[in-house]
């Protein structure tokens, strides 16, 4: 069954991590905490492939931590990312990479790579229209033969309310950052849920200041995933990913295979 869908506000929500907070990502997320799912994403992508791959595209690259040990991977690694101030902190961690403001929805490179990667802004997909113009976009730039990969944060059929909390210390310094991540539906019967997260950032000289952020994610039966998939064009198939050394549950994860004929 497709749920009532809301779409998502033009432009992207107003998320503080993607803007006045960016600079502290790092600190929320750090790269070396991706190294084992970046090397689980990419053995599922080259396994997608019908001959080796070349080239990457990632929609909604963020800090560029996933990049950071995919790109080198490649001969050429683009990254696309809606948020100038998330696209500034990749730069400094994969200056190797071309980087393009764009959203994932609408952007147009006219340009085709091998392996196509979305890994959690797709959680920022918060309808069937949302989440079929991504993968209509990760087809159109898709080689014949590559593969795309989508990494929701979760499926609505395993969705569970949770929390976490983690943060990281700067190598020098007092600058800190300590979050809670608080996840929750507030209405089961639509397409969306809610994570309210509490940022407590110290600086260099000890001061503490404390911001909330609201984000509105996308979830979606697990049907509804391969079957829009399949009408994007892709041989759609699910990819349990299970990670719970890290975080708790197993996510599943989306390959598209793009027939070469
Ligand atoms: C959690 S961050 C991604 C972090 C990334 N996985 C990494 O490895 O660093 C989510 C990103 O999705 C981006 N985003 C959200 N909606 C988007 C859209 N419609 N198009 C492009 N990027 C989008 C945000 O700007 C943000 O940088």
Redesign the pocket.
Known sequence: MTRATKP?PAG?QPFKM?REIASWWPLL?SPSD?EEEAAFYLRTLLRGCEREPRTLLE?????????SFMAPHFEQAVL????PA?LAVSRQLNPRCEHVE????TVRLDRRFDCVFV???VT?MLGESDLRQAMETAFVHCNPGGAALFCPDHVRETFEPSEDHGGHDSPTGLRALRYLEWTWDPDPSDSTYTVDYAYLMRSDDGSVRVEHDRHLEGLFPRADWLRWLEEAGFRAERVPFDHSELEPGTYELFLGRKPSV
């Open positions: 998502s992207g993607y997320s991706y929609l909604g690259s963020g800090g560029g931590n996933n990049a696309v990312d809606l948020s998330m764009g959203d994932l929805r890994h959690d802004a920022y």
